[in-house]
């Protein structure tokens, strides 16, 4: 699980284009239609289920949002930046 993150570790650590959102950490992802959306939501479900560890995921056309935070530790944790990091990897 991980201990939670102070906000300094946090915003050191936090990848381009995610925001500190209270307990949670966030980024919207642009696409060009609904079914590329929902791909990328795919993908980030498949590395969440590998790292144990799942998102909120909205889809709605043209964006997907994902929201992380570690329930059982009660904030962000070095899980959610890992997986952030991720997310933005299979996004380029």
Avoid: K
């Avoid at 590998?50 to 909120?56: I, R, S, T, V």
């Avoid at 056309?61 to 997310?87: F, S």
């Amino acid at each position: 699980m991980g201990d939670v993150l102070s906000d300094d570790e946090i915003d050191d650590r936090l990848p381009g284009g995610w925001s500190h959102d209270g307990e949670e950490i966030v980024r919207t992802f642009e696409f060009d239609s609904y079914l590329p959306g929902v791909g990328f939501a795919s993908g980030v479900g498949g590395l969440a289920e590998d790292a144990w560890h799942h998102p909120e995921i909205t889809i709605t056309w043209g964006e997907v949002e994902v929201r992380l935070t570690t329930h059982d530790a009660g904030g962000i944790t070095g899980q959610d930046i890992e997986l952030a990091q991720r997310c933005n990897e299979i996004y380029e």
